[in-house]
């Protein structure tokens, strides 16, 4: 089957939904549930009702595009991503995977294709961990690997809880209802850039994706003494930064010295109280983000940390609070699915590599009740999350061609003569 991809009208439509953003181009911030999100959510309903796609949503929004099958009795298989965005982030991130789902399925159709089990595009509710500080909001809860009660009370930084914010943003049915049955997908591959540089220094065009690391994170709470700046003398205090400050690069040095590059360990936020110039600081929240492909050696290292830090508080004489986020498995992709992109590649000769996802997706928490891959493009100098991310129309253009001939063989179905 001859498919071909459109590849200005895709690049178009991504920096469309990039100019709905809460940031000056060409970064992109779109927190789930903020104005901007629900306009580029209006906008993507449109784009999927234009190819004939049958929309409809759950109670948190996750969003799903169903292009039907001619046996409407069997299990649909499924693609798509996010397309959330952290503050100041690029536009590919999740987006190439929801976009380049779209354009997949266009393409399948201008090919004449005509599937046997229905294909269903899904974007998914608050991958980013930003607003409710936890990430795969939606495929966790589609997954049932969060309970509706867990999810309901999460709250941002303004204090109003996920439960609130959803049904302000027009998501009103029970939390209990998004979850769905194991099998209700015969398959799950999501594509999506790299976000690593890994494919780009080796000129290979196309990544299949055989296991996700495992992610783990962590709010870390120290409470020691404010006071005047310059009242407070140095040999008394009990300073909450300063034993922040041990503590973050204590966590550096146990994921360096774990022996293996995929030991990552990251604090990204820290908060300060009480934020003044001159006020010692009483209280610091910062977090930690701890991943690698061997949870044995995550935990392993999750351990050194926390000893490490218990130790600096007492020696410092500040209290200390570690509150576990979530601690997550890895996934891993089924021989199924890449045996189907791996015939896709060859299809059009096109070059790839087995590799890692070291970030994690909503295909993590779709591995719970469904077979699932990922297809990974290169990115620029392997960035992401921040505004320079970037791939090009062509790499665009073929994870999408590999994509759309994957899903055309595991939907089975009808080629054109
Ligand atoms: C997803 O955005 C991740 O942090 O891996
Ligand atoms: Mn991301
Ligand atoms: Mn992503």
């Given amino acids: 089957m001859k498919i071909e991809i459109d590849h200005e009208k895709l ?14 181009p060409p970064a992109v911030t779109r927190v789930v549930f903020s104005e901007q999100d629900l306009k580029a959510r209006a906008w993507l309903k449109q784009r999927f009702a234009e190819a004939g796609l049958i929309v409809r949503e759950d109670a948190v929004g996750n969003t799903f595009a169903r292009w ?82 867990a999810a309901s009370a999460l709250t941002d930084s ?82 909450a930064l300063c034993a922040a400050s041990e503590m973050i690069l204590a966590i550096e040095r146990a994921a360096l010295g774990s022996g293996a590059a995929d030991t990552v360990g990251t604090v990204g936020i820290c908060q300060v109280h009480p934020g003044a110039v001159n006020s010692i600081p009483s209280r610091v929240q910062f977090s930690l983000d701890l991943r690698d492909t061997d949870p044995a050696r995550r935990d392993r290292v999750q351990a050194e940390i926390e000893a490490a830090i218990r130790e ?35 299809a059009d000769a096109l070059p790839y590599r087995r590799m890692v996802s070291r970030a994690y997706h909503d295909s993590s928490f779709m591995s ?11 990115c620029r100098g392997g960035v992401s999350h921040r505004p320079d991310e970037y791939s090009s129309p062509e790499e665009i253009a073929s994870g999408v061609k590999v994509l759309a001939r994957a899903l055309a063989t595991l939907a089975g179905g009808t080629e054109p003569n």
Wanted: proline share 8%; hydrophobic share 40%; glycine share 10%.
């Fill in 11 to 24: 690049n178009h439509e991504i920096d469309s939904l990039a100019s709905f953003s809460d940031s000056d």
């Fill in 68 to 149: 039907k099958g001619t046996n409407s009795g069997v299990p649909p298989i499924a693609t798509g991503s996010h397309i959330d965005a952290i503050p100041h982030a690029g536009k590919y991130d999740g987006v190439v995977g929801v976009l380049g789902g779209l354009e997949a399925i266009r393409a399948l159709q201008r090919a004449g294709f005509q599937p046997e089990r229905p294909i269903e595009l899904i974007m998914f509710t608050s991958e980013e961990p930003t607003r409710f500080g936890l990430g795969c909001l939606g495929s966790r809860l589609m997954s049932g690997t969060l309970p509706p009660a």
């Fill in 158 to 239: 303004e204090g109003e809880t996920f439960d609130s914010v959803r049904q302000q943003a027009s998501f009103t049915g029970p939390l209990d209802s998004v979850r769905i049955a194991p099998g209700s997908y015969s398959a799950f591959v999501e594509l999506h850039i790299e976000q690593g540089p890994i494919l780009e220094q080796e000129k290979i065009p196309l990544g299949l994706v055989t296991n996700i690391a495992a992610p783990a994170s962590f709010q870390i709470t120290i409470d020691g003494e404010g006071g005047h700046a310059g009242g407070r003398l140095m040999p008394d205090r009990r300073d």
């Fill in 312 to 346: 600096i508080a007492m020696r410092r004489g500040v209290s200390l609070a570690i509150d576990t986020v979530n601690s997550d498995p890895p996934a891993e992709s089924s021989p199924e699915i890449l045996a189907a992109l791996t015939a896709a590649c060859d």
């Fill in 368 to 378: 719970r009740i469904a077979p699932i891959a990922m297809l990974f493009i290169p």
